[in-house]
C-alpha cells in the first residue's frame, strides 16, 4: 500500500493596472508586444521600480491565510533561460519572500459527501506566498514559434503549499478554496482560461507509515480543475507501478512534465532544477522591501472571506451549513444569494430557487451574472409562491419563461393565467363539482378508504388547471369531508 505526497505551486496573476517593475499596462487581449518598455523586456540599463499595489494585494492574502508578513523582504533574480524571458532571469523572492507560513483549511461540505455534515475539514500548510514576475508567451506554428512579451512583467503571487494532500480530491479542493479566496479579496480576477491562476502540481508516492519524500515530478502550468484530477491520478498509478515492477529509481526522477488532455497522460518535459541551479542572489538593482508599520495596518484590512461568510449564512438566514458551503464557495453565488434575502424571503426556498431551479436549469458555461435574470427578479418568483400567487410548479414555469423571454414576474404570471385561486367561494363550487360527480368515491372514503382523499385533491386539481391554492384545497375538502 503506497501514500501519496501532493504539494501545490500556484500562480495568481495580480489585477494591477500596471506591471510589477515598469508602468506598462497589464490588459489582457492587446495585439503582440504593444504592452512593452526596456524595462519588461529587459534592455541594458533600464531600471525596475516595484509596484506598491502589488505588495498591497500580497499582504491582503497573507492575512486571508493567517500568515506571517515579513516587513523586511528581498527580491532575487532567479537565473535560466526561457525564450520568453529576455532579461535572462526572473525577478523573484527566495529567502525572504513578503509572505511567510500560512494555512488554508479545506472542507468536505460537497455534493459528492454530504454525509459528512459535521463540518469535516482538513489543514493544508502554505509555505510561503512571493512576488515574482511572469514570463512572455510562445506560440508554436509548425517549425516556427512566435513570442509575445506582453505578459512579460506582470505581477505574479506565487503560493506554495506544504505537500500535506493525499489525493487527487483534496488537492481540487485546496484549489477551489484558494480561488475563492483570491476572487473575494479582489486581487485577481482567476480567469483559468486566460492563465490568471494556474498552478504546478507536484506529485510522489511512499510506503504507507513511511515519513521519507521520496522522487517528486512537477506537472506544470495547470488551468482546470478536472485536468488536475486527472494528470494527479494518471500520474500516482504511473509511480506505483514502476514500484510494483522493480524500476522506480530508474524510471522516476526528478522532472518537470506536461499533461496531455487528449492521452491522460502525462509525458517527461525536462529535468527538474533544484534552487542551487538558478544561481539565486539578491537583484542589484532593487533595495529590500520594507513594509511600515503603518502600511502593515492599511494593508491588512480585507473583507469577508468564504468561511466567515458560510458561518454568517448560517446564523443569519437559518440555512444548512452544506447550502452555505455550496453558496459560498463561489463569489458571484454569494452575492447573488444576498440581494435575494434583501426581498425578506425564507432562506430555505432562496437556497432551492438559487442552486436546484436556477443552476440547474443554466447552459453550460452559463452563470447566475450572466443568465440575465437577476437576484431581485428570481426573489419575486420566490415571494409569489410565499405569498400564495402561485403554486411551486407554476413558479417553474414562470422561471422557464422567463429565462427565455425575460419580463416582469407579475406580468408573467398574468400573462400565462398562473394565478392561484385562493377565494374560498370559488375552491368550494370545485370541491362540490368533484364530489358531486364521485358519489360512489365519497362513500368509499367514508367507509375509511382514506387513500381517496388524494384522489379528490388531484381531480380538483385538474379540473382547476392547478390554479387552486393547494392548501385551501386541502383544508376545505377535509371540512366537506367531515
Avoid at 107 to 115: A, I, P, R, V
Avoid at 203 to 220: A, F, H, N, Q
Wanted: with cysteine; charged share 30%.
Amino acid at each position: 500500500m503506497f501514500e501519496v505526497v501532493i504539494g501545490l505551486e500556484v500562480h495568481v496573476q495580480l489585477n494591477t493596472n500596471t506591471k510589477l517593475f515598469c508602468g506598462c499596462a497589464t490588459s489582457f487581449g492587446e495585439a503582440p508586444n504593444t504592452n512593452i518598455c526596456p524595462t519588461c523586456i529587459g534592455l541594458p540599463g533600464a531600471l525596475p521600480v516595484l509596484n506598491k499595489e502589488a505588495v498591497h494585494k500580497a499582504i491582503m492574502f497573507g492575512k486571508a491565510v493567517n500568515a506571517k508578513i515579513n516587513q523586511t523582504s528581498v527580491f532575487n533574480r532567479k537565473n535560466y533561460f526561457y525564450p520568453d524571458l529576455p532579461s535572462g532571469y526572473q525577478i523573484s523572492q527566495f529567502e525572504i519572500p513578503v509572505v511567510g507560513e500560512g494555512e488554508l483549511y479545506i472542507d468536505f461540505l460537497t455534493e459528492s459527501d454530504k454525509h459528512k455534515e459535521d463540518g469535516s475539514t482538513k489543514r493544508v500548510g502554505i509555505t510561503r506566498a512571493h512576488l515574482e514576475n511572469d514570463a512572455g508567451k510562445n506560440t508554436h506554428h509548425g517549425n516556427s514559434s512566435w513570442v509575445d512579451l506582453n505578459r512579460a512583467g506582470t505581477p505574479l503571487l506565487e503560493i506554495v503549499s506544504e505537500p500535506d494532500m493525499r489525493n487527487a480530491d483534496e488537492a481540487v479542493r485546496y484549489l477551489k478554496k484558494l480561488h475563492s479566496i483570491v476572487r473575494y479579496l479582489g486581487i485577481s480576477d482567476a480567469n483559468m482560461q486566460e492563465g490568471s491562476f494556474r498552478c504546478d502540481v507536484n506529485v510522489s508516492i511512499r510506503p504507507k507509515g513511511d515519513t521519507k519524500l521520496y522522487t517528486r515530478c512537477e506537472i506544470k502550468n495547470m488551468n482546470s480543475f478536472r485536468f488536475i484530477a486527472r494528470a494527479i491520478e494518471f500520474e500516482v498509478n504511473r509511480q506505483i507501478d514502476a514500484w510494483e515492477d522493480g524500476v522506480y529509481d530508474k524510471v522516476i526522477v526528478q522532472e518537470t512534465r506536461l499533461f496531455d488532455v487528449n492521452t491522460g497522460e502525462t509525458r517527461s518535459m525536462r529535468g527538474k532544477e533544484d534552487s542551487a541551479d538558478y544561481r539565486y542572489f539578491p537583484d542589484p538593482d532593487l533595495r529590500p522591501l520594507i513594509i511600515s508599520d503603518e502600511m502593515l495596518a492599511e494593508y491588512s484590512k480585507i473583507p469577508e472571506l468564504p468561511d466567515e461568510k458560510k458561518n454568517r449564512f448560517v446564523s443569519e438566514f437559518g440555512i444548512k451549513e452544506y447550502d452555505a458551503a455550496v453558496l459560498t464557495s463561489s463569489l458571484e453565488m454569494a452575492l447573488f444569494f444576498e440581494e435575494m434575502m434583501k426581498e425578506g424571503i425564507s432562506g430555505k426556498n432562496a437556497v432551492t430557487w438559487l442552486t436546484v431551479e436556477l443552476q440547474g436549469r443554466l447552459k453550460e458555461g452559463a452563470t447566475v451574472e450572466s443568465c440575465g435574470i437577476s437576484a431581485k427578479t428570481l426573489a419575486t418568483i420566490v415571494k409569489r409562491i410565499e405569498d400564495s400567487t402561485i403554486s411551486g410548479k407554476a413558479a417553474k414555469d414562470v422561471l422557464d419563461y422567463c429565462l427565455a423571454n425575460g419580463g416582469d414576474i407579475d406580468e408573467i404570471i398574468e400573462k400565462l393565467g398562473l394565478k392561484q385561486v385562493s377565494d374560498d367561494g370559488a375552491i368550494i363550487s370545485i370541491i362540490d363539482e368533484v364530489l358531486n360527480a364521485n358519489q360512489d368515491k365519497v362513500a368509499e372514503y367514508k367507509s375509511g378508504k382514506d387513500k381517496m382523499f388524494g384522489f379528490f385533491v388531484g381531480q380538483i386539481m385538474k379540473l382547476s388547471k392547478g390554479s387552486a391554492n393547494p392548501n385551501k384545497v386541502n383544508d376545505l375538502l377535509k371540512e366537506k369531508l367531515s
